[in-house]
């Protein structure tokens, strides 16, 4: 590592949603850069205007806020670099085109989308790889385009890709070698004016000092353009690291058009920031005591080591992500600091002054904060009973009357409603009469909350109040009759 300061950056496109994607590439970007004393920068990269969403760059940095990973320098922070949304820097990528076009390293291109399209189809008829054929190129001489531009008429920048190949050595893969017959000249310059990706981001990447470049796979392609780039314009180059991208369970891509990738997503269902950041620190990287839980984001920096980074893609199990959320809910957090978390996640009429008696009745059931709503409905909520379920084990209505007549006055006559002693008094008329546990215990719980499943009876029962579960087993018996 060399004395240069490390400067590292995520350059997130405000095209829609804040991905999932972009919060994994970010937590390496930061724990990289702070673990040497580095900054981590946020760069908006809208030079795509067709697909420009309003308030998508808002919810980004909403997003990584929530998860904790806080930038040192972006549009919202300020900064040095700045200005840090590239469609401010529109002069500066001309300066750099205008150089490489008088070094003879891009070209004006006029063809149309007709011809493009022409060109494509016949190569691919030919079974030829779609690259440009540089008929412009071959065409017009620099003063002729020049002409042709200044008339008016509407062209692209195209970078003009030497012969040879590009070699890097990747922090992850090693070394990378890749034939320039294999590359396009990719347009550098739109029609309307704004760059490419690949030339706004080897100008910005430059001129705000990073130093190290931590992407996703699927630009290991992209980087011999980059290259190419970075040579023709006098710049350093900068370390790459190339993380494997995020996988379905059937190792398909992480898609947005067939999952849900949205950050802001998993918070408003509940997930925990801590709990998240955890998991997919372990996407593509092991501790180096292969702990899986619970590592913060303190920890995670302190022993981050990009020699434990794997190459394959991870699996974005989201089972395994409400395991780790539920541990975090669990052994974590405290029951008083779950209470107040699962407070913005409940309806209008809840009784939040329940939810301490609620809790611990439900906390092992829980895998995100919102569970606790769909958990605890039936404590206040009255819902009607299936009263053919009551009849189950081969119990007749006039039983189920008998049982659920003396369970309330057993109930009724209690000197304290507590969970001992509604148990003791249970217990003792099941014993008394000789019933089945099976049959009148579950035909208890069925009355009492409506679900086949729930938390430990007696402490059920306890928790929805006497008032209330007299009423259901009144209710009950009147259909029953």
């Known amino acids: 590592?060399?004395?240069?300061?490390?400067?590292?950056?995520?350059?997130?496109?405000?095209?829609?949603?804040?991905?999932?994607?972009?919060?994994?590439?970010?937590?390496?970007?930061?724990?990289?850069?702070?673990?040497?004393?580095?900054?981590?920068?946020?760069?908006?990269?809208?030079?795509d205007r067709n697909r420009f969403v309003e308030g998508a760059e808002e919810v980004i940095f909403e997003a990584l806020e929530w998860a904790g990973i806080v930038p040192d320098e972006s549009v919202v922070h300020g900064g040095e670099y700045g200005p840090y949304r590239q469609s401010e820097r529109l002069e500066t990528y001309q300066q750099y085109v205008e150089q490489l076009i008088e070094q003879g390293d891009a070209y004006y291109c006029f063809c149309t989308s007709e011809r493009l399209a022409d060109m494509r189809a016949a190569q691919q008829a030919a079974k030829q790889p779609p690259?440009?054929?540089?008929?412009?190129?071959?065409?017009?001489?620099?003063?002729?385009?020049?002409?042709?531009?200044?008339?008016?008429?509407?062209?692209?920048?195209?970078?003009?890709?030497?012969?040879?190949?590009?070699?890097?050595?990747?922090?992850?893969?090693?070394?990378?070698?890749?034939?320039?017959?294999?590359?396009?000249?990719?347009?550098?310059l739109k029609s309307d004016g704004f760059p490419t990706y690949h030339?706004?981001?080897?100008?910005?990447?430059?001129?705000?000092?990073?130093?190290h470049v931590m992407r996703g796979e699927e630009w290991i392609s992209s980087t011999p353009k980059h290259l190419i780039l970075y040579e023709k314009l006098g710049f350093p180059v900068p370390q790459y690291a190339h993380m494997p991208l995020l996988r379905?369970?059937?190792?398909?891509?992480?898609?947005?058009?067939?999952?849900?990738?949205?950050?802001?997503?998993?918070?408003?269902?509940?997930y925990l920031p801590q709990a998240l950041l955890n998991f997919l620190m372990l996407l593509g990287w092991s501790h180096p005591d292969n702990k899986e839980f619970p590592i913060s984001l303190e920890e995670f920096v302190r022993v981050f080591d990009m020699d434990r980074m794997q190459k394959t893609g991870p699996v974005f199990d989201v089972e395994k992500l409400n395991w780790m959320n539920g541990k975090y809910l669990r052994e974590v957090l405290s029951q008083t600091e779950v209470a107040e978390r699962v407070?913005?996640?409940?309806?209008?009429?809840?009784?939040?002054?329940?939810?301490p008696l609620y809790l611990p009745l439900v906390l092992d059931r829980m895998g995100t904060l919102l569970d606790f709503a769909d958990l605890t409905d039936f404590f206040y909520q009255d819902t009607a009973i299936d009263t053919d379920q009551l009849l189950k084990k081969g119990a007749t209505p006039e039983l189920v009357v008998q049982q659920l007549q003396e369970t309330a006055?057993?109930?009724?006559?209690l000197p304290e409603w507590k969970h001992e002693t509604i148990e003791?008094?249970?217990?003792a008329l099941q014993e008394l009469h000789t019933w089945k546990k099976g049959q009148y215990f579950m035909m208890l719980r069925l009355a009492a909350t409506g679900r086949k499943a729930t938390p430990p009876l007696f402490e059920t029962i306890h928790a929805i109040g006497k008032e209330r579960v007299l009423g259901r087993f009144a209710d009950c018996i009147e259909t029953l009759r």
């Open 1 to 47: 590592m060399s004395d240069t300061p490390i400067r590292t950056r995520i350059a997130p496109s405000p095209t829609g949603i804040a991905h999932v994607g972009t919060l994994y590439i970010a937590l390496f970007n930061y724990a990289f850069a702070k673990q040497h004393g580095g900054q981590f920068i946020v760069r908006i990269e809208d030079t």
């Open 131 to 188: 690259k440009y054929d540089r008929h412009c190129l071959h065409t017009y001489s620099l003063e002729e385009a020049r002409q042709k531009v200044a008339a008016g008429e509407q062209y692209v920048v195209r970078l003009r890709v030497p012969e040879g190949k590009s070699q890097w050595t990747d922090m992850i893969r090693g070394d990378v070698e890749i034939d320039h017959a294999q590359i396009d000249d990719q347009v550098l």
């Open 199 to 211: 030339m706004a981001v080897v100008v910005d990447d430059h001129l705000m000092g990073i130093t």
């Open 248 to 270: 379905n369970t059937d190792k398909s891509k992480l898609s947005k058009r067939k999952n849900d990738v949205s950050i802001v997503s998993y918070r408003d269902k509940g």
């Open 343 to 355: 407070q913005q996640y409940l309806p209008e009429n809840y009784p939040v002054e329940n939810i």
């Open 409 to 413: 006055t057993a109930l009724e006559a």
């Open 424 to 427: 003791t008094a249970v217990r």
